[in-house]
């Protein structure tokens, strides 16, 4: 009687164990998702500046949209955001900067 008790409370113990990590990696999963999210909508920032300096790239022609690209937002410093900061600082650097 007593041995199965025990295997009980152990078999308890044990779900109650797995039922908490399948709650830690639901939580991860999620919290994945977010960031995915998060990631996207900064490289779609991003985007529509580079969509901007490619119509003055169509307008005016590749010189002028280099000239002005490097003016608002020098090809060291974009390295720099995006090596450091990621996508989502290059998108903070532009709305800050007003860029977008």
Not at 8 to 14: A, E, R
Not at 15 to 23: I, R
Not at 28 to 44: G, H, I, K, N, V
Not at 80 to 85: A, S
Request: one cysteine or more; aromatic letters at 6%; proline letters at 1%.
């Amino acid at each position: 009687m007593l041995h199965n008790l025990s295997c009980t409370v152990s078999f308890l113990v044990l779900a109650a164990g797995l039922l908490a990590s399948g709650a830690a990696w639901a939580q991860l999963a999620s919290d994945s998702t977010a960031a995915q999210r998060a990631q996207e909508a900064c490289r779609s920032e991003v985007s529509k500046f580079e969509e901007a300096i490619g119509f003055i790239r169509r307008s005016q022609g590749n010189q002028a949209a280099a000239d002005l690209k490097e003016k608002l937002l020098p090809a060291k410093l974009e390295s720099e955001i995006l090596f450091k900061e990621g996508y989502c600082g290059l998108a903070r650097h532009i709305r800050e900067k007003k860029l977008g």
